[in-house]
């Protein structure tokens, strides 16, 4: 397909989504492609307010389209109107089915609102509910959460220091992804069951099941707890809000219990979402010790509201992670439905995990032989150990890496291993 006939069709995209959208009544933000969404998004009433106008401006920032004038001055099909600077089709069946014609069903794919207008073809073979099961949901956008987050908070400051205890992303913006995680399939199928609690809340709700939705991870560090939680956001496509808990210490404590309410409430605006709780084991140790009674407090707030807050009601999906299971007491533990654990990979997974992160790049290696040579390495330090070797690499301006490399950084990471224990005393394992 040419460039320009591309440029073209995105044009009539829009044009016929706004017209599809102002027609019909039914159609909800959610039908709306994010990047025509986030265009006609207004902070003020938090929504897309209808009719929709397909400015030269609106094309120019949709679609990245240059040139527009042109492009419609040469098509009979489109009007453009010199006041108000918008476009419209010169009749919009006519505008429908010469873009029917072209068959652009890359376009309609990603589209709910065109897939609800052309699901009625069948030689389009669309179906809408499947496209709009694709679709980013409204609820996950970046700009809609940052205007909840800004009603929830009376000015700047207050939403600065909200913003010191938790991060809060959106789907789009996490990085992390389940792709990149070998997990074990006991670990896919809890992740699945949350999935399902989630789309099945309703049901969930008037069956009376509502201890459902509350997951504690547990494991040695680097064994891809907080890349699971956060990538979960983005598999879910659910805006993530993330507590450091380390944070309560480091900020004027006679507030922090007002924020961590401020959180979870934030966390039921945003629903649904998930709710993630790193390093949980500081819950423990602040119940273990007898001073900072304003930080037993900030805690106690923190367990009441995990009490509190549930997935069936309020659509918030609670994850926690934590490296010490021992040091969790059992009032920590039971509010907890469902506890999973994450161990140091076996070498079948180690040496997916290579693979994993060697997919990338140039790499001549033996990864089942390397999966060998590294019992008790966890996720964390596979890939330590592979940076190592492509650094290595790139001391010598090479790009391609292979065994010697590894077998080199394995080395290198072993007596960083040994100096790290004889300095610092530390146990083998935790
Ligand atoms: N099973 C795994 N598959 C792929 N990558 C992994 C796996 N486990 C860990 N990693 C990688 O190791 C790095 C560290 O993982 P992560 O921070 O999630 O560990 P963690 O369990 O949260 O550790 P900590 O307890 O120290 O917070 C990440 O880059 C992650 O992608
Ligand atoms: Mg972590």
Sequence with gaps: MSAEKRKTLEIFELLLTAEIYNRSENLTEDDLPPKIRKYYFDPVIKGVERPLR??????EKISGVERIRQI????????????????????????????????????????????YFYEK??????????????????????????????????????AEDLLKLATIKAPEDVRDRLDDLILTAEQREEIAKAGKALEY??????????????????GP??????????????????????????????HYLGETSKNIDKVFLL????????????????????????????????????????????????????????????????????RFDKVLGFSRPDAEMR??????????????????????????????????????AVLNALLQDRKKIDQDDLLRAVEQF???????????NAPADQ
Aim: include cysteine; glycine fraction near 6%; hydrophobic fraction near 40%.
């Design 54 to 59: 397909v400015t030269l401006k609106a094309v």
């Design 72 to 115: 419609i001055e040469e098509n009979p099909l489109v009007v453009f109107h010199e006041i108000g600077f918008h476009l419209t089709l010169m009749d919009f069946e006519e505008g429908a089915q010469w873009f029917a014609t072209q068959r652009p069903l890359y376009l309609i794919k990603g589209n709910p609102v065109l897939a």
């Design 121 to 158: 073809d069948d030689s389009m073979n669309v179906s809408y509910a499947e496209v709009r099961e694709q679709n980013q949901p409204f609820s996950a956008d970046r700009e809609l959460i940052e205007a909840k987050i800004r009603k929830l908070c009376a000015d700047k400051k207050e």
């Design 201 to 218: 809340r309703q049901y969930l709700k008037d069956v009376g099941l509502y201890e459902i939705g509350k997951l504690l991870l547990v």
């Design 221 to 250: 560090p680097g064994t891809g707890k907080t890349s699971t939680a956060r990538a979960l956001s983005r598999w879910f496509g659910l805006p993530l809000v993330e507590v450091k808990l380390s944070m309560i210490t480091s």
């Design 267 to 334: 966390a039921k605006e945003l629903s649904p979402c998930i709710l993630f709780i790193d390093e949980f084991d500081f819950v423990a140790k602040t119940r273990g010790s007898d001073d900072h009674g304003a930080l037993k407090r900030a805690v106690n707030t923190l367990l009441k509201a995990i009490d509190e807050v549930s997935l069936v009601e309020h659509g918030v999906l609670l994850i926690a992670a934590t490296n010490y299971a021992q040091l969790l007491d059992y009032a920590a533990w039971r």
């Design 351 to 388: 040496c997916k995990i290579l693979d994993k992160v060697l997919d990338r790049m140039d790499a001549e290696v033996d990864a089942p032989k390397l999966a060998e040579l590294t019992e008790g390495y966890t996720g964390s330090d596979l890939r330590l150990v592979v940076r190592e």
């Design 414 to 424: 072993e007596r960083r291993i040994s100096d790290h224990r004889q300095n610092y």
